[in-house]
Structures are given as C-alpha cells and as structure tokens.
C-alpha cells in the first residue's frame, strides 16, 4: 500500500456540487499539506496542517476548507465547485523534525474536474 | 516574499546528452534550504535533494549534479548523458516565509529526452 493515499483517484462533478477529497498517510508523519497543480502553474499550497489542532490557510485557499480528523488523516473540502477549480490535488506529508520538514511524500493525486 | 523562477519552460535533448535545469530563487532569509522534486510521466513527485545555503559545494548524486551558487542565488540541475527515464517535469522549491513553512515552487521545466 502507497505510503500516502488520495481518494478518489478521479473525479467529475458539477457545478455547486460539494466534493471532498480524503488522503490518509501510514508514515506517521505531523504535517500534512494539500497542493493544487495546473498546467503551466506549478504547485500551490492550498492549505496546511502542522499537527492534529493546527490548520493553517495557504496561497490559495479561497473556496476550499480542510478537516484533520486524525494524525493520518486530512481532507479538502470544495464546499461549492466552480469550473476553475478543475484541477489535479496533491495531498503530501512530512516530519515535524528540521532533518525531515519538508522532505515531502506526495500521494498519487486527485484529479477533480468540474463542469 | 519568496520566490522561485524556472525561466525554461520546456526542454527537449537528445538522450546521452547532458541537461542542465535552471532554478533561481529570492529569499529574505540567511540561511535556508532548496529543493528539488521530480514528477515523471506518471504523475507521482518524487523529492530528489535538499540542500542548506551554508553548504556551497555541489552535490553529485550518480548522473545527477545540482551547483548551489549564492552568489546568483542559483540552484541549478544537471544531468549528465541524459535519458529517457529522466523526461520528467522538475520543480525546484523552497520555504515559503523560511525556516520549515512550507515549500514555494517554481512552476517547473519539462525534459523530454528523445531516444
């Protein structure tokens, strides 16, 4: 089983829709970060999560919200999905420790469409 | 506000030939780290290096050699006798308001090394 794991892999959805999109990590890691990637874009941090009562807004968090429900777990929220949220999601961990912060384990990514 | 730039958008080789990818960065800060992540065909990242500003000397990791100048406040990557398992897209990266917050990227070079 992947070290850090995304659900669901793919996703369309409508306009309005709320989705949520779940990733669960086995590395025993604290911090857990949400990343969006569009083409030409590279990476933006959506939102962070340094320990289980820690949430913190990223670059873009407008339109999105997250849930810690565990150490090994962090969600993203689309609470209204627009079509310019049409992107693929990234869910990473790493170690609160300065040898480890981020060194970063990616899961698979969520490819969210919205139309 | 820190910032990376990868001003190569695309580059295509030739395999066997050696590649250098571009990475300057602005930061505030003294001392720090920088990244550098791989995303192959597949999708997945996969972290590569990190290295801390006080260490100048390059890095040689196999076909892999990044040159840390803070001169030009450059990291720059190259692989030497390219390929075609290196056609990949990499983003160099680092924290975003320093010490271990999380990672800024660039927006990233996509290699292509043609057989």
């Known amino acids: 089983d992947a070290d850090v794991t995304q659900t669901p892999r793919n996703r369309i959805t409508k306009t309005g829709k709320r989705i949520m999109l779940e990733c669960s990590q086995t590395?025993?890691?604290?911090?857990m970060y949400w990343y969006r990637q569009d083409p030409g874009l590279g990476l933006r941090l959506i939102y962070y999560?340094?320990?289980?009562?820690?949430?913190n807004k990223g670059e873009i968090s407008d339109g999105y919200s997250v849930s810690r429900q565990a150490q090994a777990k962090f969600s993203l929220s689309l609470e209204s999905a627009i079509p310019n949220q049409t992107a693929l999601y990234f869910c990473?961990?790493?170690?609160?420790?300065?040898?480890?912060?981020?060194?970063?384990?990616f899961g698979a990514g969520s490819r969210l469409t919205v139309l | 506000a820190q910032k990376v730039t990868q001003a190569q958008t695309e580059i295509s080789v030739v395999e066997k030939e050696d590649v250098t990818l571009d990475c300057v960065y602005e930061t505030r800060d003294t001392t720090y780290y920088l990244f550098w992540y791989k995303q192959p065909p597949s999708g997945e990242l996969v972290f590569l290096i990190r290295?801390?500003?006080?260490?100048?000397q390059n890095e040689i990791s196999g076909r892999y050699s990044w040159n840390f100048q803070k001169s030009t406040s450059s990291f720059n990557f190259t692989i030497t006798a390219s390929q075609v398992v290196d056609s990949a897209v990499y983003f160099c990266?680092?924290?975003?308001?320093?010490?271990?917050?999380?990672?800024?990227f660039g927006k990233g070079t996509r290699l292509s090394v043609i057989a």
């Open positions: 990473a961990t790493s170690d609160n420790r300065v040898s480890g912060a981020n060194v970063l384990t």
């Open positions: 990266a680092l924290p975003s308001g320093g010490g271990n917050t999380p990672l800024v």
């Open positions: 999560s340094f320990d289980v009562k820690d949430i």
């Open positions: 290295r801390n500003s006080f260490d100048e």
């Open positions: 590395k025993g890691h604290d911090r």
